[in-house]
């Protein structure tokens, strides 16, 4: 019954959601994966399955054997909507949660150029200037992994406004983030880049 349950989150089934669970379904229960309904429902973006999983308890915490927990997979799973966002941290999302890679919510939007979400982030209390594994910020990525289009640029624009540090280099290269900028050629990043170091 709990694979069902699995199942159906995956593919965002709400009545079979509902008839597994109403069967004895754990929503607690993982697939070979590792990965909770909540966590399946969450790859899939379907709010209605992961709204009743956490009505019916479901941890929205927990993460499968990739390190993705629903909150994670929102900030850089699901494109640039934050409903599934706004759901898991109105349910209890650890805000400066880490993947795999040591890096928060903020810098997974960030490196997939998602403004919105980035913006929703920004809300909480999350680091800012948090380091990964890689010895990136969220701006390091933003400009080292984005393509210098306007989404990344509103990006970079809204973590300077609220106060990243501009002057933080990135480990390996012991680049800033204008130097990253610059040498790729996004002039618009430079330009808000620049404005910022004063």
Same mark, same amino acid.
């Given at each position: /019954?709990?694979?069902?349950?699995? *199942?159906?989150?995956? *593919?965002?089934?709400?009545?079979?959601? =509902?008839?597994?669970?109403?069967?004895?379904?754990?929503?607690?229960?993982?697939? $070979? +994966?590792?990965?909770?309904?909540?966590?399946?429902?969450?790859?899939? &973006?379907?709010?209605?399955?992961?709204?009743?999983?956490?009505?019916?308890?479901?941890?929205?915490?927990?993460?499968?054997?990739?390190? +993705?927990?629903?909150?994670?997979?929102?900030? @850089?799973?699901?494109?640039?909507? !934050?409903?599934? #966002?706004?759901? @898991?941290?109105?349910?209890?999302?650890?805000? &400066?949660?880490? $993947?795999?890679?040591?890096?928060?919510? #903020?810098?997974?939007?960030?490196?997939?150029?998602? !403004?919105?979400?980035?913006?929703?982030?920004? =809300?909480?209390?999350? $680091?800012? $200037?948090?380091?990964?594994?890689?010895?990136?910020?969220?701006?390091?990525?933003?400009?080292?992994?984005?393509?210098?289009?306007?989404?990344?640029?509103?990006?970079?624009?809204?973590?300077?406004?609220?106060?990243?540090?501009?002057?933080?280099?990135?480990?390996?290269?012991? #680049?800033? !983030?204008?130097?990253?900028? +610059? @040498?790729?050629?996004?002039?618009? /990043?430079?330009?808000?880049?620049?404005?910022? +170091?004063?």
């Amino acid at each position: /019954m709990d694979d069902r349950l699995i *199942r159906a989150a995956a *593919r965002g089934d709400l009545d079979a959601v =509902r008839l597994a669970h109403a069967r004895g379904a754990s929503v607690e229960a993982r697939d $070979d +994966q590792g990965r909770t309904a909540l966590v399946a429902a969450a790859y899939g &973006n379907h709010l209605g399955v992961a709204r009743f999983l956490i009505d019916a308890g479901a941890d929205v915490n927990a993460k499968d054997e990739t390190v +993705q927990s629903a909150y994670l997979i929102a900030t @850089a799973e699901v494109g640039d909507d !934050p409903r599934l #966002l706004d759901l @898991a941290i109105a349910s209890g999302a650890r805000i &400066n949660d880490k $993947d795999s890679f040591n890096g928060t919510a #903020l810098i997974r939007a960030a490196d997939r150029g998602y !403004p919105r979400v980035v913006k929703r982030l920004l =809300r909480e209390d999350i $680091d800012i $200037d948090h380091v990964n594994r890689l010895g990136w910020t969220a701006l390091h990525e933003a400009i080292i992994l984005g393509d210098g289009s306007a989404r990344y640029v509103e990006v970079v624009d809204l973590l300077v406004a609220a106060g990243a540090d501009v002057s933080l280099r990135s480990r390996d290269d012991g #680049l800033s !983030p204008v130097e990253h900028a +610059q @040498a790729r050629g996004y002039d618009e /990043m430079v330009e808000i880049l620049r404005s910022a +170091q004063g």
